[in-house]
């Protein structure tokens, strides 16, 4: 009998969910007894809300969700609720979307930052959430505390960026496990990006919200500039994979106009956002990428 199936049964449906919910647990009651191991607890439990999502019928995700969180808080409550909070409920969110999307042949690179940008919220408005409502805590102080950091000017960037690389990261390896599967499962997960007006439309938005960051929110604009960062590497990775002498020559000259650019500009910028000036470099590939697709016909690319 394959454990990666189809669930179609009532019994195989809570069974699985049953065992799933099994090693959400063991995992939340390890990472509080052994403090280091939240590094893995991290980037399985999205993968086991996700494994829910596309083996088992939906109307019993609602029970996997409920079983999950109250057998976590469960074991935890009398030492370390924190896990259950910041570890398992965004997981249980994302792993959802990202299996619902994936059934809906969304492109992958959507998938991928859709469900970051949801891992992301959802984990900062949780830590929120423990603080105010729970242990009065602040996590990210006790961070910045444990590894000397408490007098650094930017700990509001650092917050954000932490928070942002994490998620990513747990997305990024839902995405190889799922794609690993993807035959097994009978699933096509879309990897064609026919059409990049969106693509483009999406980078001019991220690109005015870092400006206005800049302007306003400061500790915010290396934040938004991380956000597209795997949409221009998508784009860097179709260019390159063209091999073209001419391309590969607009790019270097983007390079280093990027670099000129960003060494005259770096003392003018505010302080905490000079990184952003990547931005230079983005729009460069993004307009390279546009006179390539909507001035020279070509095929479509995918991402792998």
Do not use: W
Not at 42 to 69: D, H, N, Q
Not at 98 to 107: A, C, D, M, P
Not at 226 to 251: D, M
Not at 262 to 276: D, R, V
């Amino acid at each position: 009998m394959n454990f990666l199936k189809k669930k179609e049964t009532p019994v195989e449906n809570i069974a699985f969910i049953g065992i799933l919910s099994s090693i959400n647990v063991i995992f939340v009651l390890l990472s509080s007894l052994l403090p280091i191991l939240f590094l893995l607890l991290v980037f399985i439990l999205p993968l086991t809300s996700m494994i829910i999502t596309i083996y088992c019928k939906k109307k019993y995700y609602p029970i996997y969700f409920l079983t999950s969180m109250g057998l976590c808080l469960a074991v935890t409550a009398g030492f370390s609720i924190f896990d259950s909070f910041i570890y398992v409920f965004p997981s249980l969110i994302t792993g959802f979307v990202f299996g619902i999307l994936i059934e809906k042949h969304v492109n992958a690179l959507y998938i991928i930052q859709i469900n970051t940008i949801i891992q992301f919220v959802v984990t900062y408005l949780t830590f929120i959430f423990i603080e105010k409502c729970i242990t009065n805590i602040n996590f990210f102080n006790s961070l910045y505390t444990l590894f000397g950091l408490t007098d650094f000017q930017f700990k509001g960037v650092l917050t954000n960026i932490f928070t942002y690389i994490v998620a990513q990261i747990q997305i990024l390896v839902t995405y190889v496990f799922i794609k690993y599967e993807a035959k097994r499962l009978n699933l096509e997960i879309n990897l064609e990006l026919n059409n990049r007006v969106i693509l483009y439309a999406l980078y001019l938005i991220d690109l005015i919200m870092t400006i206005f960051s800049i302007i306003f929110f400061k500790d915010y604009a290396l934040l938004f500039t991380l956000l597209i960062l795997p949409s221009i590497i998508y784009l860097l990775f179709n260019l390159f994979s063209k091999k073209n002498k001419i391309i590969y020559l607009s790019l270097l000259a983007a390079f280093i106009v990027f670099v000129f650019l960003f060494a005259f500009s770096y003392q003018k910028m505010p302080a905490g956002t000079p990184l952003t000036l990547i931005h230079i470099f983005f729009v460069l590939v993004t307009i390279i990428d546009f006179i390539l697709n909507y001035c020279f016909k070509e095929k479509t690319n995918t991402i792998k």
